[in-house]
Structure formats: structure tokens, C-alpha cells
């Protein structure tokens, strides 16, 4: 699926189309059912969709017609030209060989030439007699015609996702989750599978459910994408064995994921980094920020009396206006020459109610003691973004500046990782230093932790040991 897909709720217009017909179902005790089995060779499942309708609609050219059993999209678009504008229906095309037996909804969409965005009614329908070797695809039940809106995944901190089978004493289901940003990029990081097998003992009003965490979401920003199946592992009693397992992969459900409704800014930004210092011209400590809102968003971000806002253009280095980017953040980094706390306001013109408002720290340097280290300075509350530094500075004497300082994350099974260490030993490295003694170093994380740091200078046997461990958070939250 493309953009588009998600562009369907965050469209400008609202109009609900007329429910679609199904050509090849018939009604049986008042319910829509598909026989595939009785279907011609070759022949498709048509979701049908009318033209004259009593919606205020009128088709015009460029409009793009997609028709939908579930959250599976019909094998074609349909594109509105001089040859078929006219068409009494147009039909969204399924091959019976990617639609299991289950229950569908049956719906289509329609995008104009300026991406206003319109769905239909559902249609109910069974599909009975199908030969597809697979279970349904998963369903998402808090998504809408395929997308998944911010405000209700982070309510959720998530979203559950169900299986569509009939789900049998001792089957062991495990659900896998891929996720993609705008451009069909692959993240890594968003990649989720069930932590244990779940069972029937989780099973609920006859489906097995499974949450996809806010995290793996998050990721994807807006316009990102999410593929989601997964596997049953059932018993096969035989005549050779009863204890035999047999495994069952279901089809991919695709939904794609949506920042429209977001009404509210969320701002973060780091603590602890040191006052700046002329004395020290090599280190320019800072402390990290981050807005969140709707994509493009147009937002002003200040600062305190003693607050200097590095990104500032204009002659006022305490205001920086700026436009949230297409994932729906905008990033800052604050200073202070003496303040020991800077208040940061986020607000734009257009959203009601008080601005969000974070405290950003700053302090002196702390004594290496006998390490070699003079001073050593770090930011905590960090957005575990994978972007984001926990920044270290620090300065050795002397006598110690060509063997650098040795950055080390004690915590083994932290997700942590030191900027530019080697990835075979990603939580240590030594870090170079300027000629006045001084250096930095960086910290990034994708997990919600707390990480023990250490310093040291190489060939020294007293090492610094973090007072209090850098915190990673959770940023945007989940409400």
C-alpha cells in the first residue's frame, strides 16, 4: 500500500460512500457467503463499486478507486479516465487464492486529484470452499479502513492485533511484525515478535490476541507502514502418531500508520549538561530537545532569561520558530553560561490550551579524583530514539592527554551503544582527546533503561563510576 492509503483519514473530506455490491455472493439465512469452490476457473472475487450514488459524489477525472475485504487491498487500482468515468460500476479485482475462508468486510476508498479522501460503507460477507493454503491474515481492530491513528495507539500504549482462525485446544500462536517508514525503508529496530507462544488459555471470544508495542510504531513516523502475520502451531493426530505438530502460517495484514489526529504538542529535553565555559573552548556542552505534534506543524520554542537556543536565526537566541518534520519533530539543543535551570516552552498558534513546558538542568563539572580525569560532566533523561545523545564531556591532566579516556557501558545486556564504537564491541570505546586535555563522548539508545557508565584513562587503575545512571525515556509518551 502506499501513502495514499493513510491519506484516507487524513484527508479533508469526510463523505461516506455507498456500501459496494458483491457480484459473486450469494445470500444464505440472510448472510452475503462467497463459494469459491463454485467459482469459473480464473475467475476473481469483485468487490463492485457504483457510480451514481445519493452521497453528493460525482467521479471525476483522476480519481483512484481501490476496493478492500478486510484490510487486504484489491490486486488493482482503478484510475478514472475518458474510457470508464461513465462505467454504470467499476470492479476491484481479488484472486480467491490470497483469501482463506473467514469473515470480511467488503469496502472501497476513493482518493481525488487534491487527496481529499472518502470510504464506503462495509458490506458483510463469508467466504466459504476457498483452496488457499494459509490462515487469514491478522486483524487490527483499532485501525480504520487499514490506518492506525496516533491519539489511539498511544492510549493503548500499542495495538492488539487478533487471528482469524478457529482456534483449537493446544494450538500455539506467535505473532511477527515488521515496520516501514514513508519511503518503504525497513526499521530494523520496529521489528516485534511475540515474547512466548500464546495459547488457548489467552484465546478470547474465540480469536487469540497479541498487542504490538507503542514503540515498534512510534518508529515508523507518519506515512510508515506495518506488515503483521502469524504462526499456529497445531497438533496433527495420525495413525502413525498423536503427538505429531504441524505449522501454519497465516497471510500478511499491511496497515499503514497515520500522525493527522494528533491535537497536542509533547516536548522533552535532556538534563545535566554543563554551564559553557570560555576556559574550555573545545566543549560545547548542551542539553537535547525534542517537539512533537502533527507533521508539518509550525511551532515556537523558548527559553528562560540565561537560555540559549543554538538554532535560533533571528536576533532573540531565547525563540526558535521551526516547522515539525514529516515524522512530527522538530529538535533543539539549549545552553547556559551561568543559569543552574532553563524553563523550555513549546506552542503554536493554532493549537488551544496552555504550551507543554520541561526544565532543562545545567551544572558544574564534577572531580575525577585520583583517575587522571580532572572534571567529567553527563545529560540524563534521554529519548531512547536511537538519535538522541547522552552526552559526555570531560577533561584528563596533562600528563595523560595522548591516551585518550575510555567510555565504557558496564550494563552487558543493555541495548545501549557508545557513537563510534566498533559494532562487534558497541559499549565501549576511547575517545580521542584535544590538545587542551578535553573530549566528549556520545550515548545512544533504543530501549527505555537506566545505563551504568564508567571513564578511564587507559593504563590508570581507578576508573569513575557514574554517581547515578543515565536515564533513557520514552519520547513521544504514550499520552
Given at each position: 500500500?502506499?501513502?495514499?492509503?493513510?491519506?484516507?483519514?487524513?484527508?479533508?473530506?469526510?463523505?461516506?460512500?455507498?456500501?459496494?455490491?458483491?457480484?459473486?455472493?450469494?445470500?444464505?439465512?440472510?448472510?452475503?457467503?462467497?463459494?469459491?469452490?463454485?467459482?469459473?476457473?480464473?475467475?476473481k472475487?469483485?468487490?463492485?463499486?457504483?457510480?451514481?450514488?445519493?452521497?453528493?459524489?460525482?467521479?471525476?477525472?483522476?480519481?483512484?478507486?481501490?476496493?478492500?475485504?478486510?484490510?487486504?487491498?484489491?490486486?488493482?487500482?482503478?484510475?478514472?479516465?475518458?474510457?470508464?468515468?461513465?462505467?454504470?460500476?467499476?470492479?476491484?479485482?481479488?484472486?480467491?487464492?490470497?483469501?482463506?475462508?473467514?469473515?470480511?468486510?467488503?469496502?472501497?476508498?476513493?482518493?481525488?486529484?487534491?487527496?481529499?479522501?472518502?470510504?464506503?460503507?462495509?458490506?458483510?460477507?463469508?467466504?466459504?470452499?476457498?483452496?488457499?493454503?494459509?490462515?487469514p491474515?491478522?486483524?487490527?481492530?483499532?485501525?480504520?479502513?487499514?490506518?492506525?491513528?496516533?491519539?489511539?495507539?498511544?492510549?493503548?500504549?500499542?495495538?492488539?492485533?487478533?487471528?482469524?482462525?478457529?482456534?483449537?485446544?493446544?494450538?500455539?500462536?506467535?505473532?511477527?511484525?515488521?515496520?516501514?517508514?514513508?519511503?518503504?525503508?525497513?526499521?530494523?529496530?520496529?521489528?516485534?515478535?511475540?515474547?512466548?507462544?500464546?495459547?488457548?488459555?489467552?484465546?478470547?471470544?474465540?480469536?487469540?490476541?497479541?498487542?504490538?508495542?507503542?514503540?515498534?510504531?512510534?518508529?515508523?513516523?507518519?506515512?510508515?507502514?506495518?506488515v503483521?502475520?502469524?504462526?499456529?502451531?497445531?497438533?496433527?493426530?495420525?495413525?502413525?502418531?498423536?503427538?505429531?505438530?504441524?505449522?501454519?502460517?497465516?497471510?500478511?495484514?499491511?496497515?499503514?500508520?497515520?500522525?493527522?489526529?494528533?491535537?497536542?504538542?509533547?516536548?522533552?529535553?535532556?538534563?545535566?549538561a554543563?554551564?559553557?565555559?570560555?576556559?574550555?573552548?573545545?566543549?560545547?556542552?548542551?542539553?537535547?530537545?525534542?517537539?512533537?505534534?502533527?507533521?508539518?506543524?509550525?511551532?515556537?520554542?523558548?527559553?528562560?532569561?540565561?537560555?540559549?537556543?543554538?538554532?535560533?536565526?533571528?536576533?532573540?537566541p531565547t525563540?526558535?520558530?521551526?516547522?515539525?518534520?514529516?515524522?512530527?519533530?522538530?529538535?533543539?539543543?539549549?545552553?547556559?553560561?551561568?543559569?543552574?535551570?532553563?524553563?523550555?516552552?513549546?506552542?503554536?498558534?493554532?493549537?488551544?490550551?496552555?504550551?507543554?513546558?520541561?526544565?532543562?538542568?545545567?551544572?558544574q563539572?564534577?572531580?575525577?579524583?585520583?583517575?587522571?580525569?580532572?572534571?567529567?560532566?553527563?545529560t540524563?533523561?534521554?529519548?531512547?530514539?536511537?538519535?538522541?545523545a547522552?552526552?559526555?564531556?570531560?577533561?584528563?591532566?596533562?600528563?595523560?592527554?595522548?591516551?585518550?579516556?575510555?567510555?565504557?557501558?558496564?550494563?552487558?545486556?543493555?541495548?545501549?551503544?557508545?557513537?563510534?564504537?566498533?559494532?562487534?564491541?558497541?559499549?565501549?570505546?576511547t575517545?580521542?582527546?584535544?590538545?587542551?586535555?578535553?573530549?566528549?563522548?556520545?550515548?545512544v539508545?533504543?530501549?527505555?533503561?537506566?545505563?551504568?557508565?564508567?571513564?578511564?584513562?587507559?593504563?590508570?587503575?581507578?576508573?569513575?563510576?557514574?554517581?547515578?545512571?543515565?536515564?533513557?525515556?520514552?519520547?513521544?509518551?504514550?499520552?
Open positions: 500500500m502506499k501513502k495514499e492509503n493513510a491519506m484516507r483519514l487524513a484527508g479533508r473530506k469526510t463523505i461516506q460512500l455507498e456500501a459496494p455490491s458483491l457480484p459473486e455472493a450469494v445470500q444464505e439465512q440472510g448472510q452475503w457467503v462467497i463459494h469459491v469452490d463454485e467459482l469459473s476457473p480464473n475467475q472475487i469483485v468487490v463492485q463499486i457504483p457510480n451514481y450514488q445519493n452521497t453528493g459524489w460525482h467521479p471525476s477525472f483522476g480519481d483512484r478507486l481501490r476496493g478492500y475485504l478486510n484490510d487486504t487491498p484489491s490486486d488493482n487500482y482503478i484510475y478514472l479516465d475518458k474510457s470508464n468515468i461513465d462505467n454504470a460500476s467499476w470492479d476491484a479485482e481479488f484472486d480467491p487464492e490470497n483469501i482463506p475462508n473467514g469473515a470480511y468486510v467488503a469496502t472501497y476508498t476513493r482518493i481525488n486529484a487534491v487527496d481529499d479522501c472518502a470510504s464506503s460503507l462495509p458490506t458483510p460477507v463469508t467466504i466459504e470452499g476457498s483452496t488457499s493454503s494459509k490462515y491474515g491478522p486483524v487490527f481492530p483499532d485501525a480504520n479502513n487499514g490506518v492506525l491513528l496516533y491519539t489511539k495507539i498511544a492510549q493503548c500504549n500499542g495495538t492488539p492485533v487478533r487471528t482469524q482462525y478457529d482456534v483449537q485446544q493446544g494450538d500455539q500462536v506467535v505473532f511477527y511484525w515488521r515496520g516501514f517508514d514513508e519511503t518503504g525503508q525497513e526499521i530494523p529496530e520496529a521489528a516485534y515478535v511475540s515474547g512466548r507462544p500464546l495459547t488457548v488459555q489467552d484465546a478470547c471470544n474465540g480469536y487469540i490476541e497479541d498487542t504490538i508495542p507503542l514503540r515498534s510504531i512510534q518508529l515508523l513516523g507518519d506515512f510508515g507502514s506495518g503483521a502475520y502469524y504462526e499456529v502451531l497445531r497438533d496433527s493426530a495420525t495413525r502413525v502418531s498423536r503427538n505429531t505438530k504441524s505449522l501454519h502460517v497465516s497471510l500478511n495484514t499491511e496497515v499503514e500508520i497515520a500522525w493527522a489526529d494528533i491535537t497536542a504538542l509533547q516536548l522533552s529535553c535532556t538534563r545535566g554543563a554551564n559553557t565555559s570560555s576556559q574550555l573552548p573545545n566543549l560545547k556542552p548542551c542539553n537535547y530537545g525534542a517537539v512533537f505534534g502533527a507533521p508539518g506543524l509550525a511551532v515556537t520554542i523558548s527559553v528562560s532569561a540565561g537560555g540559549v537556543i543554538a538554532e535560533a536565526t533571528g536576533g532573540d525563540i526558535y520558530t521551526t516547522q515539525l518534520n514529516g515524522d512530527g519533530l522538530a529538535r533543539f539543543s539549549v545552553s547556559s553560561k551561568d543559569q543552574s535551570l532553563v524553563c523550555i516552552a513549546a506552542y503554536s498558534q493554532v493549537l488551544p490550551g496552555s504550551p507543554p513546558t520541561v526544565n532543562a538542568t545545567f551544572s563539572y564534577a572531580d575525577g579524583g585520583a583517575s587522571g580525569i580532572v572534571g567529567y560532566n553527563y540524563s533523561a534521554v529519548p531512547c530514539d536511537g538519535v538522541t547522552c552526552c559526555i564531556y570531560f577533561k584528563v591532566s596533562p600528563r595523560w592527554v595522548s591516551q585518550g579516556v575510555a567510555v565504557t557501558i558496564v550494563d552487558e545486556e543493555s541495548q545501549a551503544r557508545v557513537v563510534g564504537a566498533d559494532p562487534e564491541t558497541p559499549h565501549a570505546r575517545i580521542k582527546l584535544f590538545a587542551d586535555g578535553t573530549g566528549f563522548a556520545e550515548i539508545d533504543t530501549c527505555e533503561e537506566k545505563v551504568n557508565v564508567t571513564l578511564s584513562v587507559p593504563g590508570q587503575q581507578e576508573a569513575i563510576r557514574f554517581p547515578y545512571p543515565v536515564e533513557f525515556i520514552s519520547f513521544p509518551c504514550a499520552s
